[in-house]
């Protein structure tokens, strides 16, 4: 086994400074929670990458929002993906661990109720359609369609969700149930939005529920499912001009990134989110979201530069709440 002394010597020995090998290992951002988010801070890690000639490496996992923010609030990550906002618990852990952070909105996302393709019944869903079938009090009792809805045939019904770490699954509950994290334990549950496409595409009598960009990845594979929204009666389909008329409600969401203030120090950092907001448009849409107005990017860099810290939820997530209305607040730790 080599010793450090023996590796210095090494390094030495080719030419290579122990202080160079180290600044090289330190340009490492590290990113991780939301697989939601994950389509566009991977495709703007990927440009940064590009632009930087692979000098700065930027790693981002999916643990989903919530083991994302445990992470984040144990410091062990630069950035936290996440699909809704920090709750007053995660925000607690932060303060105690002494991490303070920046929170930045960087697309909307139409979160999307898919079923089979080959599901002839199904076409639109109400939002109390959806509470019966996925609240609680439905597990283990509410096992066929036609209990949803007797127009439905008498055939088993086959759920694939978010797993309890996800903020999807949290802001799905909150819109749909009434109450976030209430929902029936009896279904195939994951973090990875892939092993859910692969589930409801793999069986006729399948339903479930991710993000817009892995709805669109897989349109050949899935049908998108219809919303009756309850203002207006009128059934509406997940698409990025419905998410920006404000049609499609109540599962239209903004989405984030949590930036922590000590890492601001790290050049290759401020680097990677100047770059993130000066792209992150045209990345979100490329991903199949929808970004922000160009007003909300340069405002996320402005709360940087004038340490505007915090969050402007206060430990609670919102249904239906609007960039404009978001941008308005002042951040609170």
């Not at 990550?77 to 618990?89: G, L, M, W």
């Not at 309850?230 to 930036?259: D, H, M």
């Amino acid at each position: 086994m080599f010793k450090k002394s023996n590796i210095v010597s090494l390094m030495a020995a080719a030419g290579v400074s122990l202080f160079s090998a180290q600044a090289a290992y330190a340009q490492v951002i590290k990113v991780d929670g939301s697989s939601t988010v994950y389509p566009i801070t991977e495709a703007v890690a990927e440009e940064f990458q590009k632009a930087k000639k692979n000098a700065i490496k930027v790693t981002v996992g999916i643990s989903g929002t919530g083991g994302g923010f445990k992470k984040f609030c144990r410091d062990e990550t630069d950035i936290s993906n996440a699909s809704r906002p920090i709750t007053e618990k995660e925000m607690a852990d932060c303060k105690a661990a002494g991490v303070n952070y920046v929170e930045m909105p960087v697309a909307y996302d139409a979160l999307t109720i898919v079923a089979n393709p080959k599901n002839a019944f199904l076409k639109e869903v109400t939002v109390a359609e959806m509470k019966a079938l996925w609240e609680p009090a439905a597990q283990g009792k509410v096992m066929k369609w036609n209990q949803v809805n007797p127009a439905w045939p008498d055939a088993p019904v086959k759920l694939f969700g978010a797993g309890a770490d996800s903020g999807t699954f949290e802001y799905f509950t909150e819109a749909m149930v009434g109450k976030a994290k209430s929902s029936r334990g009896d279904y195939t549950a994951s973090e990875d939005d892939n092993v859910l496409v692969q589930g409801v595409s793999r069986d006729v009598n399948a339903i479930g529920y991710f993000g817009y960009a892995y709805y669109a990845e897989n349109m050949a594979k899935l049908k998108g499912v219809l919303v009756v929204n309850p203002k207006t009666g009128k059934a509406v389909e997940p698409s990025a001009a419905n998410v920006e008329n404000g049609t499609y409600a109540p599962l239209s969401r903004p989405i984030f990134i949590y930036v922590k203030v000590k890492s601001l120090d790290k050049p290759e950092v401020k680097e990677f989110l100047e770059f993130y907001m000066k792209h992150g448009a045209k990345l979100t849409k490329e991903v199949k979201y929808v970004p922000l107005p160009a007003a909300a990017y340069t405002g996320n860099i402005d709360h940087v530069n004038k340490k505007k810290y915090g969050t402007v939820f206060g430990g609670k997530n919102e249904i239906g709440i609007t960039i404009e209305d978001l941008m308005k607040r002042e951040a609170k730790m």
